[in-house]
């Protein structure tokens, strides 16, 4: 049965939708069965993968509210060794649907039943605000995976973040766990940057994982060419960090 991880951060452009596409991809290298789901209307998962987010017939709001086989909406991207199961703006009108539906919080929970023995992980990309899409995500999954830069206002977000968590646990989902949080964007050149990881280390040590993804170039080219770093530049400081991640990950379930 596969282990449901979102990755979620309220705050955006740290790193969220770099690290879904990148430790999915380089979790499917260790010969791990994968299935990303983007589940942000904005598609960049998607895209990211080499999926067109206009030509998809089916995607994550199908399943959502059409009730749709959700086997059916997976694709397989050329060159790509995970699954995905697409997005695209259809997605920002599923909220306002959702919201007259009895079971709204748990949609996502019920169309993955049938999925979770064809995996060994999936991974859920969550929009940057905690809006119902987000919520159905993290009643869905097993744990949150937190990106995160080093910087003063990502700390104020993580302390909004885990009330948020704890929330959930309370009302709809009591078995949701912090996977860890996740350094991205890493200068150690910046004073900031290192105090606030020292930081981070001194109050979440048992949930910190101990990979640092760095500043890196080739990150931010990949998506443009619809590709995971690990087939961009295997060779980059970014590839390397993300495998590191997934096997950091893979160490604690396999």
Same mark, same amino acid.
């Given at each position: 049965m596969a282990r449901i991880i979102a990755v979620a951060n309220q705050k955006g452009g740290v790193g969220k939708t770099t690290t879904s596409i990148n430790l999915a991809a380089s979790v499917a290298e260790l010969d791990r069965r994968?299935?990303?789901?983007?589940?942000?209307?904005?598609?960049? $998962?998607?895209?990211?993968?080499?999926v067109d987010k206009s030509a998809v017939e089916?995607?994550?709001?199908?399943?959502?509210?059409?009730?749709?086989?959700?086997?059916?909406?997976?694709?397989?991207?050329?060159?790509?060794?995970?699954?995905v199961l697409p997005s695209n703006m259809d997605l920002s009108g599923a909220e306002v649907h959702l919201l007259e539906e009895d079971d709204r919080e748990s949609r996502l929970k019920e169309a993955l039943v049938p999925l979770v023995d064809s995996y060994d992980y999936i991974f859920i990309d969550c929009p940057p605000?905690?809006?119902?899409?987000?919520?159905? $995500?993290?009643? $869905?999954?097993?744990?949150?995976?937190?990106?995160?830069?080093c910087e003063y206002f990502a700390l104020e977000g993580l302390s909004s973040l885990m009330d948020t968590l704890k929330q959930v646990r309370e009302t709809v989902n009591e078995k949701l766990s912090l996977e860890g949080l996740l350094r991205t964007m890493y200068?150690?050149?910046?004073?900031?940057?290192?105090?606030?990881?020292?930081?981070?280390?001194?109050?979440?040590?048992?949930?910190?994982?101990?990979?640092?993804?760095?500043?890196?170039?080739?990150?931010?080219?990949a998506p443009s060419f619809g590709l995971p770093i690990t087939l961009y530049?295997?060779?980059s400081r970014g590839a390397q960090a993300y495998m590191e991640l997934a096997g950091e990950l893979d160490k604690k379930y396999y």
């Open positions: 994968v299935l990303l789901i983007d589940m942000d209307p904005q598609g960049n $998962a998607t895209m990211g993968c080499g089916l995607s994550c709001y199908d399943i959502l509210l059409d009730d749709c086989d959700p086997a059916k909406a997976v694709v397989r991207p050329e060159a790509i060794k995970h699954d605000s905690m809006n119902m899409l987000t919520i159905n $995500a993290l009643v $869905a999954a097993d744990s949150v995976l937190v990106p995160m830069q200068d150690g050149r910046s004073r900031l940057t290192r105090d606030v990881s020292e930081q981070l280390e001194t109050h979440f040590s048992d949930r910190l994982f101990k990979t640092v993804v760095p500043r890196n170039i080739r990150l931010a080219e530049d295997k060779r």
